[in-house]
């Protein structure tokens, strides 16, 4: 799971899912987003919504990272979870894209494992509220958090 944030958004929350053969690796970077882009605003209704593979441009970052070895049982769980609910609808305050990465990866943990992020001062999940219970996951000593800004991963050809 990745936080992402640039100065001209307020953040981004997105999934990595990687696999690996070998030499061989298979990563997809992967978002929930509203199907119309103008929609975004407080006072706005839910929405359709998809999922979108994330890019690596100048203007994106991620933030901060948590990253999670799994079992092929638990990967196959969040591919599952992540189709199931990328047919919810987006809303800004009940579902947005925090909620999403969040259920997708608390689909692989169980138990303390699992993420729970409480709603920001202004009532729901944020990124910025994720990047805030990350980093002090990794202040805390979670080795699988690192705050090292870098571009988003760039998905390979995932057949």
């Known amino acids: 799971m990745e936080y992402s944030f640039s100065d001209d958004d ?78 919810k609808l987006y809303d800004l305050n009940d579902y947005n894209c925090t909620d999403y990465a969040l259920e997708v990866f608390n689909s692989t943990q169980t138990g303390s494992q699992e993420l729970d992020v409480p709603n920001s001062n202004i009532g729901y999940t944020t990124p910025a509220g994720l990047y805030g219970y990350l980093d002090q996951k990794r202040i805390g000593g979670d080795s699988g958090v690192s705050n090292v800004s870098s571009r988003p991963p760039i998905s390979t050809n995932c057949n």
């Open 10 to 87: 307020p953040g981004h929350a997105y999934i990595t899912l990687e696999k690996s053969n070998g030499s061989n690796i298979q990563r997809l970077s992967f978002g929930f987003y509203p199907k119309v882009d103008t929609w975004v605003s407080i006072n706005k209704l839910p929405i359709a919504s998809g999922i979108g593979e994330e890019y690596s441009n100048l203007l994106r970052r991620s933030d901060i990272r948590l990253t999670r070895t799994i079992t092929a049982t638990k990967f196959n769980n969040a591919i599952s979870q992540a189709l199931t609910s990328s047919g």
